[in-house]
């Protein structure tokens, strides 16, 4: 049979480069050659035990890897038969792979589909040179998006859900919290959506100064006293940039402070969205009296319901732009090592990726 190389990850700082079989494919599956594959903060946080795995009993050995693009190889029987790939398209893969039969599936929220086979969170991803992925689940890419940006796809695609979800009307001042890849794509998509002012508020002035060039027309950088950004009072600063309170803000960031600072700067009819991942213990306080007479609305945002195909167009005609977000490359033999680097290095760093040949 034969063979590939993969990173295995075993149990929390134990991950080994190992050689396996190439899987088998179903009749439902396509067999995909990872390209490139993108580092995802839940990697990080699987490979330190941060987060249990979505095996069965939470641990592996699993290789992770969700965020990917690569090119077909293999085609199952039934997407055979409707001629729908062939060897060498070029694809991302959507991880998350419903059920598509339970009630909320029936109603298109596939976010939250308590049947998901998730590809490298529950079954074997794709920090190895191959993956099986469900036909419905691979979606082919323009030949203008490259594979590197394809490898960015899921994330944009939960971005563009989240920013969705904002509901951004013509000119609305849009402040985005937090600019790690996903502040820095939503920054884009705030401005893409329509935003007048796009106000990115951040922890490193490194973060600020790319959100600047992908569009962003004030920064705030709310922790370096010593940054020109530098503002003790997010609140009194808004006021100066917008004249009143914003009517929207994201926030990108599992930081709780930073939820409770965009309720303070929002003002009435706002549409505050969260897209962090808190810890289980974590709480919001709303003054609700406040919330109600003004008629406010926060959101949660997960996942990426129905907007594969707006992303693929976007980063396509050039709206959104990926290639600055990608920091650091790692080869797959070195998967661990970039791991690593994205937790512990305090190198200026955005977004890590391993790139396959
Ligand atoms: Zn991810
Ligand atoms: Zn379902």
Same mark, same amino acid.
């Given at each position: 049979?034969?063979?590939?190389?993969?990173?295995?990850?075993? +149990?929390?700082?134990?991950?080994?480069?190992?050689?396996?079989?190439?899987?088998?494919?179903?009749?439902? !599956?396509?067999?995909?050659?990872?390209?490139?594959?993108?580092?995802?903060?839940?990697?990080?946080?699987?490979?330190?035990?941060?987060?249990?795995?979505? @095996?069965?009993?939470?641990?592996?050995?699993?290789?992770?890897?969700? +965020?990917?693009?690569?090119?077909?190889?293999?085609?199952?029987?039934? #997407?055979?038969?409707?001629?729908?790939?062939? *060897?060498?398209?070029?694809?991302?893969?959507?991880?998350?792979?419903?059920?598509?039969?339970?009630?909320?599936?029936?109603?298109?929220? =596939? %976010?939250?589909? %308590?049947?998901? *086979?998730?590809?490298?969170?529950?079954?074997?991803?794709?920090?190895? *040179?191959?993956?099986?992925?469900? =036909?419905?689940?691979?979606?082919?890419?323009?030949?203008?998006?490259?594979? !590197?940006?394809?490898?960015?796809?899921? #994330?944009?695609?939960?971005?563009?859900?989240?920013?969705?979800?904002? %509901?951004?009307?013509?000119?609305?001042?849009?402040?985005?919290?937090?600019?790690?890849?996903?502040?820095?794509?939503?920054?884009?998509?705030?401005?893409?959506?329509?935003?007048?002012?796009?106000? /990115?508020?951040?922890?490193?002035?490194?973060?600020?100064?790319?959100?600047?060039?992908?569009?962003? @027309?004030?920064?705030? %950088? @709310?922790?370096?006293?010593?940054?020109?950004?530098?503002?003790?009072?997010?609140?009194?600063?808004?006021? !100066?940039?917008?004249?009143?309170?914003?009517?929207?803000?994201?926030?990108?960031?599992?930081?709780?402070?930073?939820?409770?600072?965009?309720?303070?700067?929002?003002?009435?009819?706002? @549409?505050?969205?969260?897209?962090?991942? #808190?810890?289980?213990?974590?709480?919001?306080?709303? #003054?609700?009296?406040?919330?109600?007479?003004?008629?406010?609305?926060?959101?949660?945002?997960?996942? /990426?319901?129905?907007?594969?195909?707006?992303?693929?167009?976007?980063?396509?005609?050039?709206?959104?732009?990926?290639?600055?977000?990608?920091?650091?490359?790692?080869?797959?033999?070195?998967?661990?090592?970039?791991?690593?680097?994205?937790? +512990?290095?305090?190198?200026?760093?955005?977004?890590?990726?391993?790139?396959?040949?």
């Amino acid at each position: 049979m034969a063979k590939m190389k993969v990173q295995n990850f075993y +149990e929390p700082l134990v991950m080994k480069y190992e050689e396996h079989d190439i899987p088998e494919i179903a009749d439902n !599956e396509v067999l995909v050659k990872i390209k490139a594959v993108g580092i995802c903060g839940s990697d990080v946080s699987y490979y330190y035990g941060h987060s249990p795995l979505g @095996t069965a009993n939470g641990k592996g050995p699993l290789y992770l890897g969700h +965020e990917a693009s690569g090119v077909i190889t293999k085609v199952g029987k039934i #997407p055979a038969g409707f001629g729908l790939f062939k *060897e060498g398209d070029r694809i991302a893969i959507n991880p998350v792979q419903q059920c598509n039969a339970c009630p909320a599936c029936m109603r298109g929220e =596939f %976010n939250v589909c %308590n049947h998901c *086979e998730v590809i490298g969170v529950s079954v074997n991803g794709c920090f190895a *040179e191959y993956v099986k992925v469900k =036909f419905t689940h691979a979606y082919k890419i323009p030949d203008e998006v490259s594979f !590197e940006s394809a490898a960015l796809a899921e #994330p944009l695609a939960c971005s563009t859900h989240g920013v969705k979800l904002l %509901n951004i009307q013509l000119g609305q001042a849009v402040a985005v919290y937090g600019l790690g890849s996903i502040g820095l794509m939503m920054v884009q998509l705030a401005r893409a959506s329509g935003a007048g002012k796009v106000i /990115a508020m951040g922890a490193h002035d490194f973060g600020l100064e790319k959100a600047k060039k992908l569009g962003a @027309t004030h920064l705030i %950088n @709310t922790r370096e006293k010593d940054s020109p950004y530098y503002t003790e009072n997010t609140e009194k600063k808004i006021t !100066e940039i917008n004249g009143e309170r914003l009517p929207r803000c994201i926030v990108a960031t599992s930081n709780m402070t930073a939820l409770q600072d965009a309720i303070k700067i929002t003002g009435p009819c706002s @549409t505050v969205v969260y897209f962090g991942l #808190p810890g289980p213990q974590d709480e919001l306080k709303v #003054p609700v009296l406040d919330a109600i007479q003004s008629e406010r609305t926060l959101k949660f945002s997960w996942l /990426a319901p129905l907007v594969w195909d707006n992303v693929f167009a976007a980063v396509a005609s050039g709206q959104v732009k990926l290639d600055s977000i990608i920091t650091h490359k790692f080869s797959l033999e070195d998967a661990e090592k970039g791991v690593k680097f994205m937790k +512990e290095s305090k190198e200026n760093k955005v977004k890590g990726i391993l790139v396959l040949d």
